[in-house]
């Protein structure tokens, strides 16, 4: 089994930063993606970006692209989500996912893919 905590959301204004944190633990070896996702109240969820665990690929969401920065370590433990410019639409509860993916490049994004989720961090963009 493996467990998802996420960390480091808030409430910022238009244009600031945020960095969330997401912490695997259990049985770190099920996966080889993680990917961060995000559901505004009354929306469906929807991908942000996915960074596959043993290589240097990415993958973004274009509403995030040039904003966003994913990040993780090799050992499987941690993920990051710089997120910078903030925007009002950016407002939403973000999970943390992990799953085991091969194939298309579009499997990142796609939430069926991910086995694993934590329990989500607010973050609120306001002024």
């Known amino acids: 089994q493996v467990q998802l905590v996420e960390s480091g959301g808030g409430s910022v204004q238009p244009g600031e930063s945020l960095r969330l944190t997401c912490v695997a633990s259990?049985?770190?070896?099920?996966?080889?993606?993680m990917g961060w996702f995000r559901q505004a109240s009354g929306r469906e969820r929807e991908a942000v970006a996915g960074a596959y665990l043993d290589g240097p690929m990415t993958v973004y969401a274009d509403s995030v692209k040039g904003r966003f920065t994913i990040s993780r370590i090799k050992d499987n433990t941690t993920a990051w989500l710089q997120m910078n410019s903030l925007k009002y639409e950016d407002t939403a509860v973000y999970y943390c996912a992990a799953g085991m993916i091969w194939g298309p490049l579009e499997r990142v994004l796609a939430s069926d893919w991910y086995a694993y989720w934590g329990q989500g961090t607010q973050v609120t963009v306001s002024s």
């Open positions: 259990g049985n770190t070896r099920a996966f080889n993606y």
